[in-house]
């Protein structure tokens, strides 16, 4: 069955330090792979997809993420956070063919101090 | 842009009460969900729809119905709210087809409380 793992439920950064979210996947075909971020009291945006290609992609917010199949792994990176990116990140694979095939891990939330 | 549109934003409920929550997308597009969200358990498909008048059961539907008579809008409905039931629910929607990447574009959620 597909899976998707987030293993940190909460991180803490300070400011201007680099942050990396995990993100392990089970899937049994070619896998769409996404980051969500969800602000406080919002709904949630997309920040980052693979699908194909080069398998490191970039988002919006200075976000990037790298595809590695051999670890079934998607991780989110970016090398310098800001106070404004706190907030509740989750990871989702699918299908392509279709949102409803598409699985959400339970989220990581990040808070980051001065 | 409006995007998705959720109505009511907050709501309390008794229980055996009933209610409905109301989702409206400008985008034209055809697939539109409705998600449960609670604390460390990510996002929970409900119900989703793949056009108008179609509707299909998701991962959690138990308690819950929707309805889609408009493209543009789709209904999720309690019928007997239960304490169980006390959540935020997203509704979202997407482009279909073969090879789309089923990104999703979400509301801004309705938080439900049941007593």
């Known amino acids: 069955a597909q899976s998707v793992t987030q293993p940190d439920i909460h991180i803490t950064v300070s400011e201007g330090a680099s942050l990396e979210l995990r993100c392990n996947y089970s899937y049994g075909a070619t896998p769409y792979l996404f980051w969500y971020v969800q602000s406080p009291g919002q709904g949630l945006q997309l920040l980052l997809k693979?699908?194909?290609?080069?398998?490191l992609v970039q988002g919006i917010k200075g976000f990037e993420a790298e595809f590695k199949r051999s670890q079934s792994s998607f991780n989110l990176r970016k090398p310098s956070v800001h106070w404004s990116d706190a907030a509740e990140y989750f990871c989702a694979v699918g299908a392509g063919t279709g949102g409803f095939k598409t699985i959400f891990g339970a989220g990581t939330r990040l808070f980051v101090k001065a | 842009n409006a995007g998705v549109t959720q109505t009511p934003k907050f709501r309390v409920l008794k229980t055996g009460q009933s209610m409905t929550l109301l989702c409206a997308q400008d985008?034209?597009?055809?697939?539109m969900y409705w998600y449960r969200q609670d604390p460390g358990m990510g996002l929970r498909l409900i119900h989703y729809?793949?056009?108008?008048?179609?509707?299909a059961k998701g991962e959690v539907p138990d308690g819950y119905n929707v309805s889609r008579l408009k493209k543009q809008n789709f209904l999720l409905g309690l019928e007997s709210a239960a304490p169980s039931q006390t959540s935020v629910y997203f509704c979202a929607s997407s482009v279909p087809g073969q090879g789309n990447t089923g990104e999703l574009f979400f509301g801004e959620g309705s938080r439900l409380t049941v007593l």
């Open positions: 693979y699908f194909s290609g080069d398998t």
């Open positions: 729809s793949v056009g108008e008048g179609t509707t």
């Open positions: 985008m034209n597009h055809e697939y």
